[in-house]
């Protein structure tokens, strides 16, 4: 009984340590390397059209606001919000006139949500 309660831990830090060190590996992997996909759909919504960087910045601003309640990262939510309104805002016009087009945007989309579900 002994030697299978021996065998038994050392089989545990064995299986712990490695477990460990692959947990470890994955999330630095997750958190610090750069990803393609980030940086294509970066380069891609470069070229989208208005209306679908407006649902971009929806969304963005969602994930990263989510991002602040689950870790705390209120700096990092900010910050993110001020280069998403300068990535997917029309510098053409004001802010308050990007404000509006985002909610004719999301009317539209709701309409249309709408029609499909009566159907």
Known sequence: ??????????????????????????????????????????FVGLFLKQKIKYVLFILAFIFHFLIFLIHGLGTFWISMTGCLILYCFDPTITMKKNIIEIRKVFSSYKKTLLLSEKT
């Open 1 to 42: 009984m002994k030697k299978a309660v021996q065998l038994y831990f050392f089989l545990f830090a064995i299986f712990y340590s490695y477990a460990q060190s692959n947990a470890t590996r994955f999330f630095y992997e997750l958190s610090f390397k750069p990803k393609k996909d980030s940086s294509i759909m970066l």
